[in-house]
């Protein structure tokens, strides 16, 4: 699936920079020495290998794996009002998706290829995964567009609260709370109620300086992340790795397009570029016994405890997903927003921009922020083409008015 209103491009329209659409171009311009800035765009594609399902899909949603949590409803378990009241359903997902219990993927480990190599300008996530991070990719890289548990602090006075202390209380499975005002302590994943880091904001128009963008694994169903790929200048390059096409991505001139799982898609352009054995010995330090776990499973021997709970969660969450309909007013409310919005990068190009950058999502604080997180795909089709991205200076000005720039 992705946006119906963004055809691809003719094929007859040659690129403007690469030599032709393709892998193998794509690898001759990275090799060429005129790529130094590659912005990298992800979603839970890049993960679901690792065995964490999406939180967003209906599919593989984590959500109807809890159901047995006995939420009111199952987005609660992200909605900083009723963790306020209730934290215990958090802490229990927290306990379950703690980093330290994954693996990076080889894609993770290629982000990480790209940075040693000097090339990584950006990486901006929507993942709270951390996985980024376990793959060595370091922090001054990453944008956590939706916060993670990287970091944490407390939900009253704000003060950070260190990570040893949340991983003891996390194993032990008790709320963590603050030292000194005794509030509630919550690893700065974005919730239902609560701002998108400054982070995000400070670094969103970084994509026009970069001379690739690779897209990896994200539906860009969510805004405002989903304006990202559309601040790529019009003669730069990207890459979508995905196993759909989403977002406009082959519309532009020099648009490439892999349309298969991450994993095998990043070996494919580590490969065309000489690197595909560097990156197998960079995955291959990522988890040394979880690599010997992942041979003796192919092998037909038992499996291992991870996979083993991975399984359990799919069985899960295939048990309720049917029972869930979690997006159906947010689908409503997302209707009936307005899409807006002047100049940009790509505005010449205006079948390829995905949909709008708006602000007015940034700040709805009836249901919160997460609404765009856990925006369906399926709003995605029915929102209307984008004239263009919204400025830039006018979503930093909402932001800063709406006071969400403050945060620690
Ligand atoms: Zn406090």
Not at 3 to 13: A, G, I, L, Q, T
Not at 143 to 153: D, K, L, M
Not at 324 to 350: F, I
Request: hydrophobic letters at 35%; aromatic letters at 6%; glycine letters at 6%.
């Amino acid at each position: 699936m992705g946006n119906e209103e963004s055809s691809p491009v003719d094929e007859s329209r040659p690129p403007q920079t690469l030599s032709e659409r393709t892998v193998k171009a794509l690898a001759d311009y990275i090799l060429s020495g005129k790529v130094s800035k590659i912005v990298v765009m992800t979603g839970a594609g890049i993960s679901t290998s690792a065995g964490i399902p999406d939180f967003r899909s209906p599919e593989t949603g984590l959500y109807a794996n809890l159901a047995r949590l006995n939420l009111p409803y199952a987005e609660a378990v992200f909605d900083i009002a009723y963790f306020r009241e209730n934290p215990e359903p958090f802490y229990a997902l927290a306990h379950e998706l703690y980093p330290g219990k994954f693996r990076p993927t080889v894609t993770h480990s290629f982000i990480r290829l790209l940075y040693d190599k000097g090339l990584l300008l950006k990486l901006f996530t929507q993942n709270i995964d951390c996985l980024e991070r376990e793959a060595g990719v370091p922090d001054d890289k990453i944008v956590e567009a939706h916060g993670s548990f990287a970091r944490q602090s407390c939900i009253d006075c704000t003060r950070p609260y260190p990570r040893e202390d949340i991983e003891r209380h996390i194993n032990a499975k008790e709320i963590p709370r603050c030292p000194v005002c005794k509030g509630l302590v919550k690893p700065e994943i974005v919730f239902f109620g609560e701002q998108l880091p400054a982070a995000f904001f400070e670094n969103r128009t970084l994509p026009m300086q970069a001379d690739l963008c690779i897209v990896l694994g994200t539906s860009l169903s969510v805004q405002p992340f989903a304006s990202l790929p559309g601040m790529i200048r019009e003669s730069t390059p990207r890459l979508l790795i995905n196993k759909e096409r989403v977002g406009g991505l082959g519309s532009g001139t020099d648009d490439v397009l892999l349309l298969e799982d991450c994993d095998s898609g990043v070996r494919k352009l580590a490969k065309a570029c000489g690197w595909l054995e560097e990156l197998e010995a960079l995955w291959s330090k990522t988890a040394p016994k979880a690599a010997a776990e992942v041979a003796k499973a192919s092998s037909g021997l038992p499996k291992t405890k991870d996979e083993a709970l991975n399984d359990e969660i799919d069985k899960l969450t295939r048990e309720v997903d049917d029972a869930l309909n979690l997006s159906k007013r947010h689908e409503e409310k997302v209707r009936g927003e307005k899409t807006s919005g002047t100049s940009s990068s790509r505005s010449a190009r205006k079948t390829s921009s995905p949909t709008s950058t708006d602000p007015g999502n940034l700040h709805e604080s009836a249901d919160g922020n997460l609404n765009h997180i856990f925006m369906p795909r399926t709003v995605t089709a029915t929102l209307a083409p984008a004239d263009s991205l919204h400025p830039v200076d006018e979503a930093k000005k909402d932001i800063t008015a709406s006071g969400g720039d403050d945060k620690q």
